[in-house]
């Protein structure tokens, strides 16, 4: 991709589901630092210290399943079942996945959605002329962190990711 970088073929170079130990291989490895990580990221898979890091390093995340997925194909429900975005979005009169995709964009992420009905598409984008309360805010960052699907197929005791925790650091 750097290749492709240097011959004008790639404007910038993305990469999909990096955590921070892969993110600072490439760092030190490469000589084109990625100008985007897309990764899962919702209110309730808030991806803090990978934040941090990309933040740090000058890395736009963008965040894919922002809504937090369907349960009978992958990911779950918890986003959209939580009660405290429910809360907020009622007190608004706002919908949880607008509330959801404000709290992304706040993050200074962009989110990428996916709907095929008319009227969500218009309500995931009427999320640019208002902003959640420093309040709110808090009651959304309190909200309790679970990874987003069964990932224990990644892990090994003999490959790179030992445990969950190491896999989604």
């Known amino acids: ?56 390093k000058g890395i736009h995340m963008s965040a894919w399943s922002p809504l937090g997925g369907y349960k009978v194909f992958w990911g779950s429900n918890v986003v959209m079942e939580n009660p405290i975005l429910h809360e907020i979005a009622q007190a608004r009169n706002k919908t949880v996945a607008q509330i959801a995709l404000r709290w992304i964009l706040e993050q200074g992420t962009s989110a990428i959605v996916k709907s095929f009905n008319k009227e969500r598409m218009k309500q995931n984008h009427e999320i640019f002329d208002w902003e959640l309360s420093q309040e709110e805010l808090d009651k959304i960052n309190k909200i309790p962190q679970c990874i987003p699907y069964n990932a224990e197929m990644f892990v090994s005791k003999n490959g790179p990711y030992k445990s969950l925790e190491e896999l989604f650091e």
């Open 1 to 56: 991709m750097e290749d492709c970088n240097k011959l004008g073929l790639a404007k910038s170079i993305g990469v999909s589901n990096f955590g921070n130990k892969k993110l600072s291989l490439i760092l030190e490895n490469g000589t084109i630092p990625p100008a985007v990580n897309q990764v899962q990221l919702n209110p309730s898979w808030q991806q803090g210290k990978l934040k941090d890091f990309c933040k740090q």
